[in-house]
């Protein structure tokens, strides 16, 4: 899933009233970051967007579906939908989305992120 330089450009451009982005390869694609948070990416010229229960439903509502990749067994949905084609025209409108779909993939790092090991007492 290669992605087009041009599409990423564009994308890159339209994503600017919504602040810093960088868009790195990874896998045959490319990920959204903005301070080291992937919020979006980008597969066979599709742009997806991270969701979860706060804007799962504008996605559905538009009929967009999430990401799947073809797994060991069966296909497996991540947790990134497409994002409506009309919002690739309107970077205001786009990078609501973006910074929805930002603040849903900072919640989750957060939730992540390892424990630090309690420290044990030292028995004598």
């Not at 994308?11 to 600017?16: E, K």
């Not at 790195?24 to 980008?42: P, T």
């Not at 599709?46 to 073809?70: I, Q």
């Amino acid at each position: 899933m290669p992605v087009n330089a041009e599409f990423a450009a564009f994308l890159h451009d339209q994503l600017a009233p919504f602040g810093p982005v960088t868009i790195r390869s990874m896998f045959g694609g490319a990920g959204l970051f903005r301070d080291g948070v992937m919020f979006g990416l980008i597969a066979y010229d599709t742009l997806y967007f991270k969701t979860g229960d706060a804007n799962r439903a504008d996605y559905e509502d538009a009929g967009m579906d999430p990401f799947t990749y073809e797994g060991k067994s069966k296909p497996v949905a991540m947790s990134y939908h497409q994002v409506p084609a009309d919002l690739l025209e309107d970077p205001d409108e786009l990078s609501e989305w973006a910074r929805r779909a930002f603040d849903i993939a900072r919640e989750s790092k957060k939730a992540k992120k390892p424990k630090r090991p309690k420290k044990r007492s030292k028995t004598t």
